[in-house]
T-cell receptor
């Protein structure tokens, strides 16, 4: 099946720094990528939908200036957590879709962010 | 919130027993999917059931969908220790967004 990778798998940073997380579709071109956030023992919450070459669509309550999303190519989307604070510590998961059919959405392994 | 709810929140069983998890949602849907997540890992797609389907099987998995009650169930038969994970349902409403349920944490003891 299709493979989606994320890098880094985990990151620890100091409060106030910015962190970039990459999401790559390794063997297919993803027209749409999604970014989710998951707190411990909780469900996935959609943060934003990213389409190649256009601005990301953010969910209500998600600060677009805080969580910068760039989808520069059909195989790469990046999420940058700017001026990270301890409350941004979470598990961030991306997924990639081949098209409009949701059954073709493939999830990355996730990135655990810890902000000290 | 449009998020679905799952019950039970946690389930502990012995190997060989069956595990049943339920998912309820609030709005009309196009498809409903079930995913598994091992601790600290990404999601693995298990099965998709469309709104015009009532039951679907995949190996030891059986999924039912009752659109009149806005609910779905996932049955894992003859469970194994390797089935220990969190299970999530996810629905879509004729859009490209998936709305995940709250999840069921399954523990299967050898």
């Amino acid at each position: 099946g299709a493979v989606v990778s994320q890098h880094p798998s985990r990151v620890i940073c100091k409060s106030g720094t910015s962190v970039k997380i990459e999401c790559r579709s390794l063997d297919f071109q993803a027209t749409t990528m999604f970014w989710y956030r998951q707190f411990p023992k909780q469900s996935l919450m959609l943060m934003a939908t990213s389409n190649e070459g256009s601005k990301a669509t953010y969910e209500q309550g998600v600060e677009k200036d805080k969580f910068l999303i760039n989808h520069a190519s059909l195989t790469l989307s990046t999420l940058t957590v700017t001026s990270a604070h301890p409350e941004d510590s979470s598990f961030y998961i991306c997924s990639a879709s081949l098209g409009s059919q949701l059954e073709t959405q493939y999830f990355g392994p996730g990135t655990r962010l810890l902000v000290l | 919130s449009q998020q679905g709810e799952e019950d039970p929140q946690a389930l502990s069983i012995q190997e060989g027993e069956n595990a049943t998890m339920n998912c309820s949602y609030k709005t009309s849907i196009n498809n409903l999917q079930w995913y598994r997540q091992n601790s600290g890992r990404g999601l693995v797609h298990l099965i998709l059931i469309r709104s015009n389907e009532r039951e679907k099987h995949s190996g030891r998995l059986r999924v039912t969908l009752d659109t009149s009650k806005k609910s779905s169930s996932l049955l894992i038969t003859a469970s194994r220790a390797a089935d220990t994970a969190s299970y999530f349902c996810a629905t879509d409403r004729h859009t490209d967004k998936l709305i995940f349920g709250t999840g069921t944490r399954l523990q299967v003891f050898p």
